[in-house]
């Protein structure tokens, strides 16, 4: 069954297949997101005169059952079914007759595809979002039980100044506070309603497109029917751009661990069971799991890219390629949730190594708090940085392993508390509560 198909044409079994392609796979990601969706249209149709009391009613209860069948994963395409729009309103009018072809009036398939995507990246975001959550609250944790443990600080992958486990912890606590708020930017974009834009130039019937914004719990509408359709495209980019910030901050975690596992650093350990061996090195306890977050994530990170190749020098209005941005996007969400669960495991069971700036190879680490000590008694730095470097020149450096670093942010004051309280204020701003009140009153009304 075609949406689009006439009684007197037939397309290509080759064609077919090829601009098919994996969407009715794909589709399966939107099914449950199709049905909310039509249920919003057709209430919405029922108020304009297009459908009767009775047909709505019958519809709801019809796309409520196929509903609770996606919810069960009892839901499948038939095999001579297109797409997912194309199976539920052949299950409507199997069940209703004319009355499940009636779904359709006043909207287009790209029109129904636009929202599906919006809705599913929408919950997409709040599943990434809850997600992120217990990982940095572990972060955030390990901050505060090893904020004594100090270990060296790197430039250019050179010796540079003592750092802790205290500041590595929660600089990655950091980081995906500045993630989620790219996540809210992205739910900003995806959170307006492009239903009612039909085939991307409205619709002559009296649509009421602010209903179906508040029936299915949209922030606002998308105004203009045209951008409404070039907004395909733009809202995958933007949400899998956020995405890869949100990689990126797990990518370099992972590099760092895979370093400071390694020998010559010797920084952490893990238990022996999250680590794999080698088949001929019996010694070996490699960080498979973190190598491959690296490499999740970094593929990731290169989906903002693909997007935008992929939608480049594409006029205004729907076309064909923008069908191919669903495989490329929608399994990374459970990929990058995945990377998350993983690293939390990991980190949770993180041995830290104890005095490790004990070992004389990181005397120099000390050489800006010496130099530091000498401005204080009053020398000027320039002078003070110059008398440092000659004593380490001739061999002559000492230094003790206090330091003294108190300012916001630093060693000795971490701020956990500020980061913990960013991170609550950016996760209360998307107001997810609106949208499940929302989508639940569309569910429960007969």
Not at 205 to 230: K, S
Not at 236 to 250: G, I, Y
Not at 409 to 438: P, R, W, Y
Request: charged letters at 25%; hydrophobic letters at 40%.
């Amino acid at each position: 069954m075609k949406l689009w198909s006439k009684d007197n044409t037939a397309t290509s079994a080759l064609i077919e297949k090829f601009t098919v392609g994996k969407d009715r796979e794909m589709d399966l990601y939107l099914s449950a997101f199709d049905i909310l969706g039509s249920l919003a249209h057709t209430t919405m149709l029922e108020s304009i005169g297009l459908l009767t009391a009775e047909e709505l009613k019958d519809l709801k209860r019809e796309l409520k059952a196929i509903y609770e069948q996606i919810r069960s994963n009892e839901f499948a395409l038939s095999d001579d079914v297109e797409d997912i729009h194309s199976q539920i309103e052949l299950l409507l009018t199997q069940k209703l007759g004319d009355i499940g072809k009636k779904i359709h009036s006043a909207r287009s398939r790209n029109d129904q595809v636009l929202v599906d995507v919006k809705l599913f990246l929408r919950n997409e975001i709040e599943e990434l979002v809850l997600a992120v959550q217990p990982f940095f609250q572990l972060l955030i944790q390990q901050s505060e039980k090893y904020k004594n443990h100090l270990f060296p600080g790197y430039t250019h992958l050179q010796l540079a100044m003592p750092s802790s486990f205290g500041l590595w912890f929660g600089a990655y606590a950091e980081s995906l506070v500045d993630d989620i708020i790219s996540l809210q930017g992205a739910f900003r974009v995806v959170n307006k309603n492009p239903l009612g834009s039909a085939a991307g130039y409205g619709s002559s019937f009296p649509i009421n497109r602010t209903l179906t914004t508040e029936l299915l719990g949209f922030a606002d509408l998308n105004y203009n029917v045209v951008y409404a359709q070039m907004g395909r495209g733009k809202a995958e980019r933007v949400t899998a751009s956020a995405m890869a910030n949100l990689a990126d901050t797990l990518a370099r975690m992972s590099m760092d661990a895979c370093l400071y596992l390694n020998q010559n650093f010797d920084f952490v350990s893990f238990p022996a069971e999250l680590t794999t061996g080698s088949s001929i090195m019996p010694h070996k306890k490699n960080p498979d799991v973190f190598e491959l977050i690296r490499s999740h994530c970094n593929r990731i990170k290169s989906l903002p890219n693909e997007i935008m190749m992929m939608t480049t020098n594409l006029p205004s209005g729907y076309h064909r390629d923008l069908q191919l941005l669903k495989e490329h996007l929608f399994p990374a969400f459970q990929t990058i949730k995945d990377c998350l669960t993983m690293a939390e495991l990991m980190l949770a069971n993180i041995s830290i190594k104890e005095n490790i700036l004990a070992d004389e190879k990181y005397r120099y680490l000390f050489s800006v708090e010496e130099v530091n000590k000498l401005v204080v008694q009053g020398v000027p730095f320039r002078d003070a940085y110059k008398q440092v470097g000659k004593s380490i020149e001739e061999g002559k450096f000492t230094h003790t392993d206090k330091i003294h670093h108190f300012h916001e942010g630093s060693i000795g004051n971490l701020c956990n508390d500020k980061i913990v309280g960013m991170m609550q204020a950016t996760i209360k701003e998307f107001e997810f509560e609106k949208i499940h009140i929302a989508l639940e009153k569309l569910l429960s009304v007969t």
